[in-house]
């Protein structure tokens, strides 16, 4: 499940590139002019980037895991997502870029797996809708006629709105933090277009902090002594 999700973002990601290049060939055919001269004379401008996200759970097993009688495995799913953001860019210098995706609302669809040893799998199912304040940083290479290739790099506050942590105790349930502060690391490309610059990403998130609310009560949380979140997103900056 999980290797299908990611090769199914993966196409989209290169359908998504393959047509940019496309339009992009096009554009230089018919203009037989750079557009990114234009924009170079800016140093800042803004835009919206729209996205699809897979994401998971690091699982740190308790140590008293192994002495469980109920839980044999427990495993994190691959989920799927999107997210919608505002761009803020502000150029220094010729190849460095102070980014702003900020507020960026971004749906994610988590997922735990307990097979226990009865046989029987026990799938926990997690919805947030996050709002997010990522700040990155760019590095461009030097532009190819209407092209450039860039690394982005980073940190954002993730709160998530639809947070479980101060529910009421259950059974089952697992309570999950509202708050996260998440690493990206990113590569891409910028278009630059007569009226816009189209810059499709890919990039992979590693969540810093410990977001499990553990109750030693409740089995499905006392089994587990940490989560940290994990990402993988494809995105589409539309700037200008």
Do not use: W
């Not at 996200?53 to 308790?62: E, H, I, L, R, W």
């Not at 590095?139 to 479980?164: C, E, Q």
């Amino acid at each position: 499940m999980q290797k299908i999700q990611i090769k199914n973002l993966l196409s989209r990601m290169m359908l998504l590139v393959a047509f940019s290049c496309f339009i992009a060939h096009n554009g230089h055919a018919q203009r037989g002019t750079f557009n990114y001269f234009k924009f170079s004379k800016k140093n800042y401008y803004f835009g919206i980037t729209l996205g699809f996200n897979s994401s998971k759970y690091f699982v740190g097993q308790d140590k008293s895991f192994i002495k469980n009688d109920s839980i044999r495995v427990i495993e994190s799913i691959n989920g799927p997502g999107f997210n919608l953001g505002i761009v803020t860019n502000i150029k220094f210098g010729e190849n460095f870029d102070l980014r702003f995706l900020l507020p960026t609302l971004s749906f994610a669809d988590r997922r735990l797996e307990y097979k226990l040893t009865s046989g029987e799998t026990e799938l926990k199912k997690l919805e947030s809708v996050f709002l997010e304040f990522p700040i990155h940083v760019r590095y461009k290479s030097k532009p190819y006629k209407d092209i450039r290739v860039f690394v982005v790099g980073g940190v954002k506050y993730s709160m998530d709105l639809a947070s479980n942590s101060k529910a009421r105790k259950s059974e089952n349930l697992l309570k999950i933090s509202a708050h996260d502060l998440v690493g990206e690391l990113g590569l891409g490309f910028q278009i630059f277009f007569p009226y816009f610059i189209l810059s499709p990403e890919m990039k992979f998130s590693f969540g810093m902090l410990n977001i499990l609310n553990r109750d030693e009560n409740l089995i499905y949380s006392s089994s587990i002594n940490k989560l940290f979140s994990r990402g993988f997103a494809i995105s589409l900056h539309f700037e200008g």
